[in-house]
């Protein structure tokens, strides 16, 4: 029977980097020790601990500053921690790590939503489409932010881009009938509403909806 050995899974862990590309600039006996925190880390989140697991992150990129997926990790588990103050700092930090990387530009955005900071979304969200224009998470966001700055003429312009590309998904038609609604387009909304009632009979947010225009147009 053989038992699991702390050096041989991480000399396994410093071939796989060896041969890929080194993703830490550490010794062998620092990516012994980064595989340890790391699996720390996760049986930490897993067990409830984030400050747990926050810590035993940071003890890795105290280590190696520049270390992008110990960065990227340490912003997830301020957002999963609702710390979205720290997790934005977080975010930025793996970003100037990896600037081409679209993935902690997600998170910030998630970051950044959760306390409001909807220009910053906006701003942040057109960074990251200058890296890939058609990406629909960001524009999705981007959308609904510009929707909840009032910006009602960007969110409809944000919400048909993406319709172009999901022309029949529910959530987007019902965001742009939202943002047609809140506009004072009445017209266009009570058309979009009808539209979702019909493939989605029903539908709670499709009915309150399709109710404001009644109302408004009484």
């Given at each position: 029977m053989s038992s699991y050995s702390p050096t041989i899974m991480g000399l396994s862990l410093i071939a796989v980097l060896l041969g890929g590309g080194l993703v830490s600039t550490g010794s062998a006996a620092d990516l012994v020790k980064t595989q340890a925190e790391f699996a720390e880390s996760y049986k930490q989140e897993y067990a409830g601990n984030l400050i747990g697991a926050i810590k035993t992150t940071k003890v890795t990129l105290a280590r190696e500053a520049g270390y992008y997926e110990a960065a990227l990790r340490l912003a997830y588990l301020y957002s999963i921690s609702a710390a979205y103050i720290d997790a934005q700092d977080a975010y930025r930090a793996a970003i100037a790590i990896r600037p081409a990387a679209l993935e902690p530009r997600l998170g910030?955005?998630?970051?950044?939503?959760?306390?409001?900071?909807?220009?910053?979304?906006?701003?942040?969200?057109?960074?990251?489409?200058?890296?890939?224009?058609?990406?629909?998470?960001?524009?999705?966001?981007?959308?609904?932010?510009?929707?909840?700055?009032?910006?009602?003429?960007?969110?409809?312009?944000?919400?048909?881009?993406?319709?172009?590309?999901?022309?029949?998904?529910?959530?987007?038609?019902?965001?742009?009938?939202?943002?047609?609604?809140?506009?004072?387009?009445?017209?266009?909304?009570?058309?979009?509403?009808?539209?979702?009632?019909?493939?989605?009979?029903?539908?709670?947010?499709?009915l309150a909806g399709w109710t404001e225009v009644r109302k408004g147009s009484k």
């Open positions: 910030l955005l998630g970051a950044l939503a959760a306390k409001a900071k909807w220009d910053d979304v906006v701003t942040e969200g057109s960074a990251a489409l200058q890296l890939d224009a058609q990406n629909a998470a960001v524009i999705g966001r981007v959308a609904f932010a510009k929707f909840m700055a009032k910006d009602y003429a960007g969110a409809e312009a944000s919400y048909k881009q993406l319709l172009e590309l999901y022309p029949a998904d529910l959530e987007l038609k019902i965001g742009l009938a939202y943002t047609y609604l809140k506009a004072g387009q009445k017209k266009e909304a009570s058309q979009l509403f009808d539209d979702i009632l019909t493939v989605s009979p029903g539908n709670p947010r499709g």
